[in-house]
């Protein structure tokens, strides 16, 4: 694939602690690109060495989605196809496994013609393929990676060194990097602490990639102080900096994103032509859901219905 293509590629990581919505970030900055009248698809990249998650137990990491055309896939992409509106498919998440089983299978086939097959180039390059796959379709402006885990674990330490040559490969016009990160408050010292994304950024700095914008996980909006301390150690813009706070229902994180002016950030970044932005069904959605008219009884069947 070649960046003459047009295609822009947007990779999310995030670092700390795992679970801190990576998934809904990028779900929700590819629901106000869509707003804005670009095709936004997104992907999920895996670090466990499962094939699928068809096998796991959903009570270690949650349901399995079933995408239209029968793929058992990771929970994220029913977060990818409720805020996008489209319909995802088996090329739209990769796992470890896969990976490591279609090298195995082109070894065995002796498509590496002797060669010693190791993970540099050999697994990389097979990510990077998979990461620019949905890029020949032709059907996308912007494509969204997620990758899967925490930047400094050494599952995804494949995935990030792949999503470096990409940025390195496609240059900084066509790709940008999100770093989702955790600003914890100590209660007991009444205090907000910055060093965890400190060091995570700093993680991230090591394996060569510098984030463009980060996404600051915390309980509640962050002061200008706290944003202004976490540019000036992290080596990002200030205004790339921005606030994630708690919120009551995921959808409305768009929202919160969207006054922190993260879309028109990553246009910005990514040398997009900004586009209106139409909001009117998505405000209307969260009006219903914060609203309700009456209760509805919904029963649940199903194997794991302990989690619910």
Not at 30 to 44: A, E
Not at 175 to 190: D, E, K, N, Q, Y
Not at 203 to 230: F, H, M, T, W, Y
Request: glycine content about 6%; overall charge neutral; proline content about 4%.
């Amino acid at each position: 694939m070649s960046p003459r293509n047009k295609v822009k590629f947007i990779f999310v990581t995030g670092g700390v602690v795992s679970s801190l919505g990576k998934g809904i970030t990028a779900s929700s900055l590819g629901l106000l690109l869509k707003q804005r009248g670009f095709r936004v698809t997104i992907q999920k990249f895996d670090p466990y060495i499962n094939v699928d998650p068809g096998t796991m137990s959903p009570f270690q990491h949650g349901e399995v989605y079933v995408t239209d055309d029968g793929a058992e896939t990771d929970l994220d992409l029913g977060h990818y196809e409720r805020f996008l509106d489209v319909n995802m498919t088996r090329a739209n998440n990769t796992t470890t496994g896969q990976v490591y089983n279609e090298v195995i299978t082109k070894e065995r086939r002796g498509d590496y013609l002797g060669a010693t097959v190791q993970v540099i180039p050999h697994i990389t390059d097979e990510i990077k393929h998979r990461m620019t796959k949905l890029s020949e379709l032709g059907e996308h402006d912007i494509i969204i990676s997620e990758i899967g885990g925490t930047v400094g674990d050494i599952e995804s330490l494949p995935f990030i060194e792949a999503m470096r040559q990409l940025m390195l490969q496609f240059g900084r016009a066509n790709t940008m990097s999100i770093h989702v990160t955790l600003v914890p408050f100590i209660r007991s010292a009444g205090e907000v602490k910055t060093k965890p994304t400190q060091h995570s950024v700093k993680n991230l700095l090591e394996l060569g990639i510098q984030p463009d914008v980060l996404i600051c996980r915390s309980e509640k909006k962050l002061a200008k102080d706290i944003r202004d301390k976490i540019a000036l150690f992290c080596n990002v813009n200030s205004k790339s900096v921005i606030s994630a706070y708690d919120c009551s229902s995921i959808y409305e994180v768009p929202l919160v994103l969207f006054k922190e002016k993260f879309d028109q950030i990553v246009m910005k970044r990514l040398h997009l032509a900004e586009r209106k932005i139409k909001l009117d069904d998505w405000e209307l959605l969260i009006s219903h859901l914060k609203n309700p008219k009456k209760d509805v009884e919904i029963a649940i069947c199903g194997k794991y219905i302990e989690y619910i």
